[in-house]
Each structure stands twice: as C-alpha cells, then as structure tokens.
C-alpha cells in the first residue's frame, strides 16, 4: 500500500476514544508520532547525524528532503502478508537504498502479533532513522532510545540488541 501521510492517523488519536480498536501498526505509527513530538523541542537541528527536521517530516508526512540520499525521498509503508524472507527475522524493516526517489519500509506479520505498544512505537523510531539516515543500526537505536527518553522520561531496554550489534564499540550510545 502507498504510504499515507501520517497526518490522518495522527488525526485518529483525536477522534477514536481511549478503548476503541486500532490495528497495531496505526497504533504505533500514532504512538511514535506524538512520542517525536514531545520528544523534537529537545533534539536540536542533527542528533547522531540525523537530520531531525528530515526525519519529523519522513515521520509525520511520508515525504522529506534528503541530504543523506541526495533529493526529495518518499516513504512507502507497506504491510506484508508473508512471514518469511527477511519477516522471518525482523518485526520490520528497510529496504536500501531509496529506488527512483522511495524508501519502503516494510511491516511484517509478527509486527502485529508479538510486543507490546512500547515495543512497536520503538521499532517504528528505528525504522525511520534507517529511511532518512541509512543503515547503521547503531545510529537508528541510538536515536529512537533518545526519542522514547526525551519524550517518556525513560526509554525500552535493548542491552541485548547493543551488544549483539557491537554499539558498545561504534560513536553512539543510549541515554
């Protein structure tokens, strides 16, 4: 599917009550959306050399203008059925580099079926550093745990993820 402005499904956490059902994916593009929210007035103009503005717009509008990718990139959120491949191993995930100006990002069945909300909104964080500024899970957990911690106070534990990404070694670090 297309990626549609999250703009829309910002919108939803204005008009769906506290109990209503949204699916886990909406839920947690919301969730990441107002945590990045919360979370912008404290990130400057470039944290661990991610653009913030690219990144809020990639975020919030599925569209940003890219100095790491070079031109105007478009996010292409696309909800996968099979849960194999790289849905095997990952929740979600990237598919780099952009082709002809899009980056998909890919959800992947156990997305939905496996985490908590924290979870979620935190892999989503992740993902979209990937989208804006490239491959370096280091980098992309590093800024997604600043996001929850400026946002929440507090940020999802992911010890065993640093060290078996090596980050204790790389120029990033958690909160």
């Known amino acids: 599917m297309r990626f549609l402005p999250l703009v829309f499904a910002l919108s939803a956490l204005f008009v769906l009550p506290q109990a209503a059902q949204a699916d886990p994916v ?3 593009l919301n969730d990441a959306v107002a945590a990045f929210a919360k979370a912008r007035p404290q990130m400057g103009r470039e944290a661990f050399g991610v653009d913030v503005a690219a990144y809020g717009d990639a975020l919030t509008a599925g569209r940003f203008a890219s100095a790491y990718w070079g031109g105007e990139i478009a996010l292409d959120l696309h909800q ?3 849960a194999g491949g790289s849905c ?3 929740a979600a995930y990237v598919q ?3 082709q002809d100006g899009t980056i998909r990002m890919v959800v992947c069945p156990q997305f939905s079926a496996d985490g908590t909300a924290a979870l979620r909104r935190l892999t989503v964080l992740h993902e979209m550093v ?3 500024a490239g491959p ?3 980098r992309a957990m590093a800024f ?3 996001v929850e911690a400026a946002a929440t106070g507090a940020f999802t534990p992911v010890d065993r993820y640093w060290q078996a990404n090596n980050c204790p070694a790389s120029a990033f670090s958690l909160p």
């Open 130 to 132: 990937h989208v804006v």
């Open 80 to 82: 996968s059925r099979d």
């Open 26 to 28: 909406t839920t947690a």
């Open 88 to 90: 095997g191993r990952f």
């Open 136 to 138: 370096d899970e280091c």
């Open 144 to 146: 997604a745990a600043r």
């Open 96 to 98: 780099l580099p952009p």
